[in-house]
T-cell receptor, first 113, second 115 residues
């Protein structure tokens, strides 16, 4: 079945540092891929998505490219801010039901001023 | 518009006790999902309601867990009796369109600690 493997955390960076959070996937076919973010005290929210190979999703300065050849969807940001401190989850659908998506373990990012 | 709300935000109980978690979805959302994240690992799907009916409960771990959604509005998830391994964060989400991740809205979760 579909699964995702996310880099282990936690990750601690200084403000303006470059961020990469690795995510690789195993899937039947070529499903859409997603990154969710959970800020402290809030629910998960969709950060970005990519629907097909070589697509780049982007939002709030974050980017992730759907790489079919390496089955990866790594999350990157060129210059992190303190406000980016959160837990990040890579996800892909199990079937056509978005609510049954498979999520990664989550990576906790702390950005220090 | 109010988001998905969950009560309580934290619960600490002793092994063998009963706990009931509540989720209020966004008004008008027929689809309601429960998940849990144990030991800081992946978020696992528990079950899916469409209105008051259980559409898919394949993720429910065992018969100590009982979910209900009477009237198709809010939902409760009862754990009875609670065990140590039930500790974790329980999330709820709702959606009007089950096929769209963009339209899936999550609550902030209930942190359950079983001592």
């Amino acid at each position: 079945g579909n699964s995702v493997t996310q880099m282990e955390g936690p990750v601690t960076l200084s403000e303006e540092a470059f961020l990469t959070i690795n995510c690789t996937y195993t899937a039947t076919g070529y499903p859409s891929l997603f990154w969710y973010v959970q800020y402290p005290g809030e629910g998960l929210q969709l950060l970005l998505k990519a629907t097909k190979a070589d697509d780049k999703g982007s939002n709030k300065g974050f980017e992730a490219t759907y790489r079919k050849e390496t089955t990866s969807f790594h999350l990157e940001k060129g210059s992190v801010q303190v406000s980016d401190s959160a837990v990040y989850f890579c996800a892909l659908p199990v079937n056509t039901n978005a609510g049954k998506s498979t999520f990664g373990d989550g990576t906790t990012l702390t950005v220090k001023p | 518009e109010a988001g998905v709300t969950q009560f309580p935000s934290h619960s600490v109980i002793e092994k063998g006790q009963t706990v009931t978690l509540r989720c209020d979805p966004i008004s008008g959302h027929d689809n309601l999902y429960w998940y849990r994240r144990v030991m800081g690992k992946e978020i696992k799907f528990l079950l899916h309601f469409v209105k008051e009916s259980k559409q898919d409960e394949s993720g429910m771990p065992n018969n100590r867990f009982l979910a209900e959604r009477t009237g198709g509005t809010y939902s409760t998830l009862k754990v009875q009796p609670a065990e140590l391994e039930d500790s974790g964060v329980y999330f709820c989400a709702s959606s009007q369109d089950p096929g769209a991740n963009e339209k899936l809205f999550f609550g902030s979760g209930t942190q359950l600690s079983v001592l």
